[in-house]
């Protein structure tokens, strides 16, 4: 990853309070699809979970509380403060460590986890080389039968939600969602947080080629949100329960849905290492 793009996403995330981001709004919807599918395949506890580029540990604090010895690696540094400082309060299940690192060149040894955490790094590394070391990383360090939950967002997800929201037309933002369906490579020279930060957007099947490349046994590859992140009114169905199942039901329905998993704002892809 170049060092434009690496201090691009530090100084987004300085400025941009990923602690709190998936409490609010829509996001909610991605923590939880991302929560279920991580139930859906991770074996029982205790196990070791490497969360590698996990942000602030939304999930690695998940997890400890679950009773996983959960590591945390990120690039940014305010994202392991706020993790340490978050773990301290969780004085029955801390983290068992944080700290800052690089997806590409993991400190941990080979075969040393059950489970490998990407639900960050694989839409920041601009490059598909850094792209491929990172998951190739993942794969030396877990155990036969390992697991790796990858995350992408999705080659449309710029074109949904302007158009979504309104904003498609913009001036500063039309040549940022032309670049981003033409390459999927997403710069943001503005000074708009809502806009994003340096990121690779992929196709479905680009996403699922790459963990092939790593070599790892495909899994699943599905819809993360699906077209759930795009719902009116989304607090509203959000904190009605009734609706809340409903619309988490549907999504399960449509999760595997070629022509709808594009649609998504993020896309997982699950791997096994043999």
Do not use: C
Request: proline share 5%; aromatic share 8%.
């Amino acid at each position: 990853m170049a060092d434009h793009s690496a201090n691009a996403i530090v100084s987004h995330y300085n400025k941009a309070d990923e602690a709190s981001r998936l409490v609010t709004g829509w996001f909610q919807l991605e923590q939880a699809r991302t929560q279920e599918l991580i139930l859906r395949h991770i074996p029982p506890p205790p196990g070791r979970v490497l969360d590698v580029g996990g942000g602030a540990g939304a999930y690695a604090l998940w997890l400890a509380k679950r009773g996983y010895q959960v590591h945390l690696i990120d690039a940014v540094p305010r994202h392991i403060e706020q993790a340490l400082a978050a773990s301290a309060k969780q004085t029955q299940h801390p983290l068992a460590s944080a700290a800052v690192g690089d997806a590409r060149k993991l400190e941990q040894a080979d075969h040393s986890a059950d489970v490998v955490l990407l639900l960050g790094p694989i839409y920041h590394l601009t490059e598909r080389k850094d792209r491929i070391a990172a998951l190739r990383e993942a794969h030396r360090v877990l155990r036969a039968k390992g697991l790796v939950w990858a995350a992408g967002i999705s080659r449309f997800a710029s074109l949904v939600e302007s158009v979504s929201g309104g904003f498609f037309d913009r001036p500063e933002f039309a040549a940022i969602l032309d670049r981003d369906l033409a390459e999927g490579q997403h710069r943001n020279p503005t000074d708009n947080l809502m806009y994003f930060t340096d990121a690779f957007f992929h196709r479905p099947e680009e996403l699922a080629a790459e963990l092939a490349e790593a070599v790892f046994e495909p899994v699943e590859v599905m819809a993360i949100e699906g077209p759930g992140w795009l719902a009116r009114d989304f607090d509203r169905i959000w904190n009605d329960q009734q609706r809340r199942e409903r619309l988490l039901a549907l999504l399960r329905t449509v999760e595997h849905e070629p022509a709808l998993i594009g649609a998504s704002s993020h896309i997982m892809a699950i791997g096994r290492k043999g």
